[in-house]
């Protein structure tokens, strides 16, 4: 079973405006970490998020985590047409931190 | 550094046919993965490896065997393909726990008939 579900599956936008996309997920966690994936490509980290950090920042990329509602969030700032893609957050399995689980994305669409 | 590698990039199989996945890093990682990746499904983990000569289970292993022989290779088996083996498949590394990033190869599409 997926640990982290993103929300919305899918968003469409106008260039400029701002993204935010939404990761739930079950089970407690050490840290949890967002990547993209560009149409036919691998993915690419962004940026990790520690339990015990509430917010982070990374260029025009702002993440939170409120471990009390188990739950993250991605916003991309001033959106160009180049942030079209999929995003995922990923967090740790059960598994002593061996390995992520990654949940099935959301597809964001920036339009020009 | 070229970084993950993966071959071939594409391939078509019959059912029952086998082939191998062969993926590489360049980045003395300790932990590789393979994925693989369904429409609306994300990456689901099929094998995982913590260091040369080890292999574990991920969630969905089955139909799949693996081998890490040299620290740097991580191979992907399928001994006998199926049509439900159609997928993207993506191999990944990474220096240690989850605490670091994983670096993701560029794919593999595989399309079983």
């Known amino acids: 079973s997926q640990q982290g579900e993103e929300d919305p599956q899918a968003l469409s936008i106008q260039e400029g405006e701002n993204a935010t996309m939404n990761c739930s997920y079950k089970?407690?966690?050490?840290?949890l970490q967002w990547y993209r994936q560009n149409s036919g490509r691998g993915l690419v980290h962004l940026i990790l998020?520690?339990?015990?950090?509430r917010e982070k920042h990374s260029g025009r990329l702002r993440v939170t985590l409120d471990t009390s509602k188990k739950s993250s969030s991605l916003l991309i700032t001033a959106s160009r047409a180049a942030d079209t893609a999929s995003y995922f957050c990923?967090?740790?399995?059960?598994?002593?931190?061996?390995?992520?689980?990654f949940g099935p994305g959301t597809r964001l669409s920036v339009l020009p | 550094n070229a970084g993950v590698t993966q071959t071939p990039k594409f391939r078509v199989l019959k059912t029952g046919q086998s082939m191998t996945l062969l993926c590489a890093q360049d980045m003395n990682h300790e932990y590789m993965y393979w994925y693989r990746q369904d429409p609306g499904m994300g990456l689901r983990l099929i094998h995982y490896?913590?260091?040369?000569?080890?292999?574990a289970k991920g969630e969905v292993p089955d139909g799949y065997n693996v081998s890490r022989l040299k620290k740097q290779n991580f191979l992907l088996g399928l001994e006998s393909a199926a049509p439900s083996q159609t997928s993207v498949y993506f191999c990944a590394s990474s220096h240690g726990t989850t605490w670091n990033e994983q670096f993701f190869g560029p794919g593999t599409r595989l399309t079983v008939l």
């Open positions: 089970t407690s966690i050490n840290n």
């Open positions: 990923a967090t740790d399995g059960d598994n002593y931190g061996q390995n992520f689980v």
């Open positions: 490896s913590v260091g040369e000569g080890t292999t």
């Open positions: 998020i520690r339990s015990n950090e």
